[in-house]
Each structure stands twice: as structure tokens, then as C-alpha cells.
């Protein structure tokens, strides 16, 4: 009997020897801080941590920035802490709610930036750009609106998410479709899908001439004089329900309903706009630079131009883009702000970035830089983004801390309905602005 | 077709094996497909993956993709890590839950009914809601970023000790009662009847807990910093990117992380079936 008790906790004695197994075998960003402080000598490196979302070959980019900036800085070591994109903001507030700084990254990608800074969690820059001098005329226009919040700058966006309009040459040679260009309006647009569409006898569609996301819809409102609010930052009322953007949104309906363009359901469920675009199940999308690499990898035959607008009508890119950020909580604010002011410079992180290919990068001197316009990649044309982000505009999004609900909630929804053919253009409007109305009248809106 | 009785003799028997035959057939190719498409798409150039019609068969098939799986990222780092996980947590669950089980299904004291209500109650809670105090408890313990603080808050679970107590109370109470009377303790009344007696749950548990510990995402994501802790499944999400997913690396790493899976459920599967067999026949 005593030999069997003996057993059970030997047992015991085993599970509690493999969780001693697994002691801490990395430092964490915690065991960096205190690691500095064990350095021989007093004036070791000053580690900042460095978190960010990415695939394993964008967190090889993020790496190579960051040993650049180390290679020049020694002085500062930068550490990186790459978490997948999914589920990146669900982590990162839960740093935050822990409020315990040695967790919390230094310097961090977000987006978007009010929410987080009418928190409290961000670090208000002003007094940083105020005392360094750093330049944000270089910035496109209405770009840095994105990273401000109650008119103090809380971070600065890494390149300009704008769209351009991607196309297949190999599908406009065999048609014997006109490459579009500058000039070419909605109707061309329309004159051209007329052509590119393939639809068999069985009425199943093997080609659409236009693949786009449903969620980028306000470019054609946009590009038609209208946007969803009165005031992108302190809204009072629903701008939707006017005839401007039932016009944009019927042109985009009548472009799916003609099988010109694939209704953005089917979209996702053939992969998204890259993967049809590859397969020739379309032959342009409209879509920002990170599908360049892409592209360029899978060696296609395709060219980028600026998307058409309507007949007396402007260009519309949206001026917003993921942005570094510096967290109230550092403790290593100045090495923090030493690194963001080389992130974003053109001789520091915007080159390397740019060079990647997978970014329009922020900063207008790099995109003029032939880092961007003379890499020796495909398109070609890359003066159309040139073009797109000198007439960026705000309003895509709005810059008020409750737009992700007002967004997620009313608008998406509601565009999907329309989208579907659930109801028309004007009801489906009309029961979108009366739901905003009545969320900004409940949140306090105009404040 | 289950529900027609055998009254009509031996033909119409063999017509119902054929129908029962042909459904399950058809119901093991509707459970094969989706692993069959994930082997599939793992040896397909991205191309290829979404091209109308569909195909099954990868031309060319792409072995290099594993490669590629396995050199993004420090992948037999994560498996070890994922390996070690499990199984810590798997062993753990199944002695924690054991024990109190064994308490709260066969020692007597005051309010252990109450108190058992209780443990059960925090089953309502998501774990949402807990995610952080825990981490909270996590930074306070500094186990920030170790194994502690994957395997420790998982090793128990009232779920568990739910499925164990349930299952002890119907094991005849006289064995225990035989093994009081020539003097056993409690804990070897636990070790020699009744954790011998439930093989077949003790089975099942070990599949469920496996194959959640192998799964788990969001925990390990959020309280594992660096590569020397971080988890399979945290490590194929990098795969999902904001604008991209590269699905073929995607599937090969979920292919090579379905191994050990499969492996377990083979194994306990035996236990399983043969377990229900015999409580079959117990007429439990």
C-alpha cells in the first residue's frame, strides 16, 4: 500500500518537475528592460520594443528596417515583436488594460488612430515635432488628418492605403480594348467592361470586366462630389441620403447588375480581388499598392493607371494609412522618438519600405524618389499614384473615435443590402441615414 | 433509413446494408473532402488555387511549398513548443480534474453539492471576460512570455471535473467501499479502482483536451512575445495577412499540424470505441 501511494506521488512530484521545465527561456520585452541594467558597462544600448501585424515575409522587411536603424543608432537597440494580423488589436489592448509599461510596446503599428488616442494610451507628438523641427509639409495632403485627434498629431502613417486601377494587358490585347489613361471617365470605364465581359450561354460569367471590395464603394461616391457625413471629424448629421451618391452607388450597381463588375460577395468567396485577378476571372481591379509584390512575384502581365472619375467629376483617393505610433506608457520616450523620426524619413525606414514594393510610402519625397517611381519593377505607370495622392482627399473614414461602430454597424450593412439588391438605391440610403442620424444624435454628435 | 425495421426478411435486409453503405459512403466523402482540399491546395501554386472550375488535383504539385511553410518561420520550434503544451496540459487537466472529480463525486463533506454548483458555474463565464485579469495575474506572477503561462491557467477546467464526476458516480460505490474495508486510502481508491475503471472517459477527456490545447490561438497569442514560446496555431495565423493570405502556405502548415492530432485520435480511438462497447453491455 505504501509502495502505491509512493506512485501517486511520484506522479505528482513529475507534473510539478514539467512545469518547472519550462522556466523562462526568452527574455521578454520585461527581462530586456532589466537586461540593459545588467550590462558591464553603465552605458549599455537602451532596448525599445517594436510591435507591428505582418506575413513572415513583411516581418523580414520590418527586420531589415530595423537593423538599419541599429547599424547607424547603436546606441538603441530596437527589438521587434510581430504578432499576426487577425487577432493583433486584441492583444495589443490587452497590454495596454494590463497598464503595466514593460509589456507595453514602445512603438506600434495602428490603426485607426482616434480610438486609441481618445483612450489615452497614445503619445500626443506635438511637443516632440515642436522641439525637433520634423517636417510634415512632406506628408501628402491630408494625409497626417488620418493620425490627429482633437488637433494634436498622435502618430504618423507609414505609407497612403489609395487606390489605383490595376489591369491585365494580356486580356486588353486579346479584346483589343485602349489601355485606360487619365482621360478616361465612368463611361469609358463602362464602354470598356461592355467588352471585357465574357458571359457563356449558361449565363454563368467567366470573366467580369471589374473585381472590387464592396467596403471601397465611397471612392465612387467620393469622385462624385458626396461622402457619408457633413463633417468627417465632428459629424452632425447623415450625408448619404443626397442624390450625388445615389447616383455613384447606382453606377456601381448597374455596373453588377450588367455583369461588368463581380458583386463583392462572390468576390470574397473566390479569394479576394488578387486571387481573381490572377486567375483572369477578371480583368482590372481597383485596389492600393500592396498587391504590387504580389503580382511582380506570380509574373504578371499587367499595368496600374489612375481610376476613372465621373463626367465633371474629381479624384477621390482617400488619404489614410496605418501608422506608427508611440505609447503613453514608454519609458523610453526619447530613444522612441529618435527611432519614429528615421522611420519616417526618406533616408531611414519610408526607402527600405518602398524598395520592399509593397507600399505607396507616406512621405511625398520618397514616392518622388526613384526608390518608388524607377525601381525596375513593374507597373510601369507609376506616376498614377503619383497623381492619386497629390488630389487625396479625407472622408473616407471617418476621424472621430465612434466611426468603427457607426461604420460596422450602420453603413457596411446597409451598403451590402443595396449591393444585394435587397432594396433600391434611395430606400436602402434613406434607412442607412436614418440609423446614422439617430446614432450621432444618441452619442452626442455634433460635440 | 435507420429507423425501417427488419421484418421483411433477408432480401430487403441486404437492400438496407446497400442504402446503409451508400450513406455512409457519401457521408465519409463529405467528412474527407475538406481534408482532402486542404492537401490539395497545400501543393498548389497560388494560382492555381482559386482557378474556375475548381480542380482537386494540383498540376503541378508543389512540394516546395512545405519547404517554404517551414522556412518562413522557425516552424520546428513552434511544433515542440505546441507538443510540450499539449501534453503538459493534457497530463495536468486529466490529474486536477481527476482528483477533485474523485472529491466531489465520492468523498462526503458539508456543502460539497453547493460548492460543486459553484465550480460549475464558471463554466458560464467566456473566457472573454477573464482574458484579462488573467493576464493581469500572468504579469503579476512575471510569466510573461513562458511556458507557465500557457500550461498553468489551462491545467484546469470545470468542464472536466463535470465529465469525471459525472461518470465516477456511476461506478458501483460497494468496489470503493470493498477497498475502505481491507484499509485502502482515498488517494489509492482514486488510483487503483476508480481511475481504472474509466478508461474509456479518460479517453474521450484526453481527445478534448488535446486537440483544445493543440487549437488554443488567442491565449497563447496574447501572453507569448517571442519565438521561443509562440504556438503552431499562432504561427499559421502570420499567414493571414491585412491584404493578402498566402493560402498554400497556410494549408501545408495546417496539413503538417494536423499530424499529431490524427496520431492521437487514432490512439485514444481504440480506447474510445472499445469503451463504449463495454458501458454498452453494463447496461449503464
Not at chain 1, 94 to 117: E, K, M
Not at chain 1, 120 to 149: C, Q, R
Request: hydrophobic share 45%.
Amino acid at each position: 500500500m505504501q509502495i502505491r501511494q509512493w506512485q501517486v506521488l511520484s506522479i505528482l512530484v513529475l507534473a510539478a518537475l514539467l512545469l518547472s521545465a519550462c522556466a523562462p527561456v526568452a527574455p521578454s520585452a520585461s527581462d530586456a528592460d532589466s537586461g540593459a541594467a545588467e550590462m558591464p558597462a553603465d552605458e549599455g544600448p537602451v532596448t525599445i520594443t517594436w510591435a507591428m501585424w505582418g506575413s513572415p515575409a513583411e516581418v523580414a522587411t520590418h527586420q531589415s528596417v530595423a537593423d538599419a536603424f541599429m547599424e547607424e543608432r547603436p546606441e538603441i537597440q530596437v527589438e521587434i515583436a510581430a504578432e499576426p494580423w487577425g487577432d493583433y488589436f486584441t492583444k495589443i489592448r490587452t497590454l495596454w488594460a494590463s497598464g503595466d509599461a514593460s509589456v507595453v510596446p514602445d512603438v506600434l503599428f495602428l490603426s485607426p488612430i482616434q480610438s486609441y488616442a481618445s483612450e489615452g494610451v497614445l503619445e500626443n507628438l506635438d511637443p516632440w515635432i515642436d522641439k525637433s523641427g520634423y517636417n510634415l509639409d512632406d506628408y501628402w495632403p491630408s494625409l497626417m488628418e488620418f493620425a490627429t485627434h482633437e488637433g494634436s498629431v498622435y502618430g504618423f502613417p507609414r505609407d497612403i492605403g489609395l487606390e489605383v486601377l490595376y489591369y491585365n494587358i494580356d486580356i486588353f490585347d486579346e479584346v483589343g480594348v485602349p489601355y485606360p489613361d487619365e482621360s478616361w471617365t465612368w463611361n469609358d470605364l463602362l464602354a470598356a467592361a461592355e467588352q471585357l465581359t465574357v458571359v457563356e450561354d449558361s449565363g454563368r460569367v467567366s470573366r467580369y470586366a471589374l473585381g472590387m471590395e464592396g467596403g471601397k464603394f465611397m471612392l465612387w461616391v467620393m469622385q462624385n462630389g458626396g461622402a457619408p457625413l457633413d463633417d468627417m471629424r465632428n459629424p452632425s448629421r447623415c450625408a448619404l441620403a443626397e442624390p450625388k451618391v445615389a447616383e455613384a452607388m447606382q453606377f456601381f450597381k448597374d455596373m453588377m447588375d450588367n455583369n461588368y463588375a463581380m458583386p463583392p460577395a462572390n468576390l470574397n468567396q473566390a479569394g479576394g480581388d488578387a486571387a481573381v485577378f490572377q486567375s483572369g476571372q477578371v480583368a482590372m481591379i481597383i485596389q492600393n499598392a500592396s498587391r504590387v509584390s504580389a503580382f511582380n512575384a506570380a509574373g504578371m502581365n499587367y499595368d496600374v493607371a489612375v481610376v476613372p472619375i465621373p463626367d465633371g467629376g474629381q479624384r477621390a483617393a482617400g488619404a489614410g494609412g496605418a501608422s506608427w505610433v508611440m505609447s503613453a506608457l514608454s519609458d523610453n520616450k526619447e530613444e522612441a522618438w529618435t527611432f519614429l523620426q528615421w522611420l519616417q524619413s526618406t533616408d531611414g525606414g519610408q526607402r527600405i519600405y518602398t524598395a520592399s514594393g509593397e507600399i505607396l510610402p507616406a512621405l511625398q519625397s520618397t514616392a518622388r524618389s526613384d526608390a518608388f517611381l524607377n525601381s525596375g519593377q513593374p507597373p510601369v505607370n507609376r506616376q498614377a499614384f503619383i497623381i492619386e495622392g497629390e488630389n487625396a482627399k479625407i472622408g473616407r473614414t471617418g476621424y472621430f473615435a465612434e466611426w468603427s461602430e457607426l461604420n460596422g454597424s450602420f453603413i457596411s450593412p446597409g451598403r451590402d443590402q443595396i449591393f444585394t439588391g435587397e432594396v433600391s438605391v434611395e430606400d436602402g440610403l434613406a434607412a442607412i441615414c436614418e440609423q446614422v442620424d439617430a446614432f450621432l444624435a444618441e452619442n452626442g454628435f455634433p460635440k | 433509413m435507420t429507423t425501417r425495421t427488419a421484418v421483411d426478411g433477408r432480401a430487403a435486409f441486404d437492400a438496407r446494408n446497400l442504402l446503409i453503405h451508400a450513406a455512409l459512403i457519401f457521408g465519409s466523402v463529405v467528412m474527407l473532402l475538406p481534408f482532402g482540399w486542404m492537401l490539395a491546395t497545400s501543393l498548389k501554386a497560388p494560382p492555381q488555387i482559386f482557378t474556375y472550375p475548381p480542380t482537386l488535383i494540383p498540376n503541378p504539385v508543389v512540394w516546395q511549398n512545405y519547404v517554404d511553410t517551414v522556412r518562413a518561420m522557425p516552424f520546428g520550434r513552434f511544433y515542440l513548443n505546441s507538443l510540450f503544451v499539449a501534453v503538459s496540459v493534457t497530463t495536468l487537466q486529466i490529474l486536477t480534474a481527476s482528483l477533485s472529480a474523485f472529491a466531489f463525486a465520492r468523498l462526503r463533506y458539508r456543502g460539497r453539492e453547493a460548492l460543486f454548483l459553484v465550480y460549475l458555474a464558471t463554466l458560464m463565464i467566456p473566457f472573454q471576460v477573464t482574458m484579462i485579469p488573467n493576464f493581469i495575474l500572468i504579469r503579476y506572477l512575471r510569466w510573461y512570455d513562458t511556458f507557465y503561462a500557457l500550461i498553468v491557467p489551462t491545467a484546469f477546467s470545470a468542464f472536466a471535473v463535470f465529465l469525471l464526476r459525472q461518470y465516477f458516480r456511476g461506478i458501483p460505490v460497494e468496489l470503493d467501499e470493498a477497498a475502505r474495508m481491507d484499509g485502502a486510502s482515498s488517494l489509492r481508491i482514486w488510483a487503483r479502482v476508480i481511475m481504472p475503471l474509466s478508461g474509456p472517459v479518460l479517453a474521450a477527456l484526453t481527445i478534448f483536451v488535446f486537440l483544445g490545447s493543440w487549437n488554443d490561438f488567442l491565449w497563447p497569442l496574447v501572453v507569448t512575445n517571442s519565438n521561443a514560446t509562440r504556438t503552431i496555431p499562432v504561427g499559421l495565423a502570420s499567414f493571414q495577412g491585412q491584404f493578402n493570405t498566402d493560402w498554400h502556405l497556410l494549408m501545408a502548415g495546417s496539413v503538417i499540424a494536423l499530424l499529431p492530432v490524427l496520431l492521437v485520435y487514432i490512439l485514444a480511438q481504440k480506447r474510445f470505441v472499445e469503451g463504449i462497447t463495454l458501458s454498452g453491455m453494463g447496461g449503464r
